[in-house]
T-cell receptor, first 114, second 108 residues
Framework: KAGVTQTPRYLIKTRGQQVTLSCSPI?????VSWYQQTPGQGLQFLFE???????NKGNFPGRFSGRQFSNSRSEMNVSTLELGDSALYLC?????????????FGPGTRLTVL | GIQVEQSPPDLILQEGANSTLRCNFS?????LQWFHQNPWGQLINLFY???GTKQNGRLSATTVATERYSLLYISSSQTTDSGVYFC??????????FGKGTRLSVIA
């Protein structure tokens, strides 16, 4: 079956702009999580959505937000972009059970802020 | 939240050599995964292994949950094994926490 897809794959923005990234989970998966990867900070958790509700949130400023739709697709938005937001943004999907679930990652969106 | 430590941070091998990567957790985990990040950035699932031992071809993994560590074994390494290997764990309802990774370079 199809894997996790993310669009766009690459994005170049300037400081102050906003950006929206999209993630389509594996069919049947209800949980979508977002991560930011930078050389300095490694892989950091942004937030998780399950059945259209944010279930967990990482330690990021309010400029980072997300949502999930009824078909489990998710979007994340970053407003007022800063140079430090340049990163690889990865989303992962899973069935979302409370006892731990294997997560599968998409190819990522590489965001460059100039 | 839990802390995840991976060792070694860097590893250089001759093609055909074997290696062991280690992952230590500060607390017990109910979800433990190993990933290989390819040159394009995608995280490829290697193992979902909260406990026990699994094998997939030249790769195998063992998690000793009671001692809070996991090992990834790579046998007869190939140049295509190069890249960064991550382990990650969940504890309770906390999100997946990643280690800093082991950067593996296999030289022909």
């Amino acid at each position: 079956k199809a894997g996790v897809t993310q669009t766009p794959r690459y994005l170049i923005k300037t400081r102050g702009q906003q950006v929206t990234l999209s993630c389509s989970p594996i069919s049947g998966h209800r949980s979508v999580s977002w991560y930011q990867q930078t050389p300095g900070q490694g892989l950091q958790f942004l937030f998780e959505y399950f059945s259209e509700t944010q279930r967990n949130k990482g330690n990021f400023p309010g400029r980072f937000s997300g949502r999930q739709f009824s078909n489990s697709r998710s979007e994340m938005n970053v407003s007022t972009l800063e140079l430090g937001d340049s990163a690889l943004y990865l989303c992962a999907s899973s069935f979302g059970g409370l006892a731990g679930n294997e997560q599968f990652f998409g190819p990522g969106t590489r965001l460059t802020v100039l | 939240g839990i802390q995840v430590e991976q060792s070694p941070p860097d590893l250089i091998l001759q093609e055909g050599a074997n290696s062991t990567l280690r992952c230590n957790f500060s607390d017990s985990v109910n979800n433990l995964q190993w990933f290989h990040q390819n040159p394009w950035g995608q995280l490829i699932n290697l193992f979902y292994i909260p406990s026990g031992t699994k094998q997939n071809g030249r790769l195998s993994a063992t998690t000793v949950a009671t001692e809070r560590y996991s090992l990834l074994y790579i046998s007869s390494s190939q140049t295509t094994d190069s890249g960064v290997y991550f382990c990650a764990g969940e504890s309770g309802n906390t999100p997946l926490v990643f280690g800093k990774g082991t950067r593996l370079s296999v030289i022909a």
